[in-house]
């Protein structure tokens, strides 16, 4: 069974910076293409950031691609997310979510992954 944890949230001062995390178990995690989400409420979840197998590109939201750095670190089953200068926008519950197929060509797309996190609360403070 895949899982998928998330950790990393919280409430972060407008201009901060923060740092999301989620750990895989029950699979390979150097087979997974990986991905962050996240929904605030009233809207619909947004692909924020993939990283596929390998690590070796990545793709962002047009709203956060100067501000995010996504990794993954295959020894430790943990992909990441660096967020800097975030502002109330970024405030939302951010998901993980992996998949063991290719993403190639549709990696912010939710129906892409299989398996999700549970997410991990942001709150921005003025």
């Known amino acids: 069974q895949v899982q998928l ?3 990393g949230g919280g409430s972060v001062q407008a201009g901060g910076s923060l740092t999301l995390s989620c750990e895989v178990s029950g699979y390979d995690f150097s087979g997974l293409s990986m991905a962050w989400f996240r929904q605030a409420p009233g809207k619909e979840r947004e692909g924020v950031a993939a990283i596929p197998t390998g690590g070796f590109s990545t793709e962002y939201a047009d709203s956060v691609k100067d501000r995010c750095t996504i990794s993954r670190d295959d020894a430790k089953n943990t ?7 975030v502002n109330p926008e ?6 993980c979510a992996a998949s063991s197929r290719s993403t190639w060509g549709r990696r912010l797309a939710e129906y892409t992954y299989m398996y999700w996190g549970q997410g991990t609360q942001v709150t921005i403070s003025s």
């Open 5 to 7: 944890v998330e950790s």
């Open 79 to 85: 992909m990441y997310l660096r967020m800097n200068s």
């Open 90 to 95: 970024d405030g939302a519950m951010y998901y």
